[in-house]
């Protein structure tokens, strides 16, 4: 006979219950599927341009490189096509005004792969960043990556996307006089 906390004693019943309790939860627990609930890994394109821009390189290099860190996004391969896209332009402050920072604009762009059709959205509109630090400009890029591209946010501008090519495949077909 076993004891609750030591002091009441515990019927072979409420053994019996506590213990198919247990089992039960330790079997759900195995069968569920905890990788069905993770998001899907986003390939990230970063345009930058060609620059020897000191501080667009640095906050290009702190997003890379926190994207890298990451498990929700990957950076494309050269030879591929993402399925978002940042695009960054970044001037250096110090450079010419005897400043420290720098300022950037910046986009994002989905290009869903669910779509063979080649679309494309601008989540939200281009955006001005500036920091005085490289690395923190990169984080903060990093950040609104991630709030402009959740998954809910993504799916409304996919059933947007997949409404306007219906929408446009219906338009074009010509009508009967």
């Known amino acids: 006979m076993g004891y609750i906390y030591g002091r009441l004693p515990l019927t072979e019943d ?17 069968l569920s599927n905890p990788c069905e609930a993770q998001q899907p890994v986003r390939k990230v394109t970063i345009s930058d341009g060609e620059t020897d821009n000191k501080f667009q390189k ?26 978002l896209e940042v695009s960054v332009v970044c001037i250096d402050m110090s450079e010419k005004n005897q400043l420290n920072g720098g300022a950037c604009a910046y986009s994002f762009t ?10 494309t959205v601008q989540l939200g509109p281009i955006h001005l960043l500036t920091n005085a630090s490289a690395i923190s400009a990169g984080e903060t890029l990093f950040q609104k990556l991630v ?16 409404a306007s090519a219906e929408l446009y495949v219906i338009l074009k077909k010509p009508t009967k006089p």
């Not at 996004?73 to 993402?82: D, K």
């Open 14 to 30: 409420a053994m019996r219950l506590t213990l198919a309790v247990f089992i039960t939860i330790v079997v759900v627990a195995l």
């Open 58 to 83: 640095g906050a290009v290099d702190a997003l890379k490189a926190r994207i890298a860190a990451t498990t929700r996004y990957a950076l494309a391969e050269p030879s591929e096509v993402g399925e």
């Open 110 to 119: 989905y290009w869903p792969k669910e779509l063979l059709s080649g679309l």
């Open 147 to 162: 709030e402009a591209s959740s998954e809910a946010k993504l799916s409304v501008a996919l059933t947007q996307m997949e």
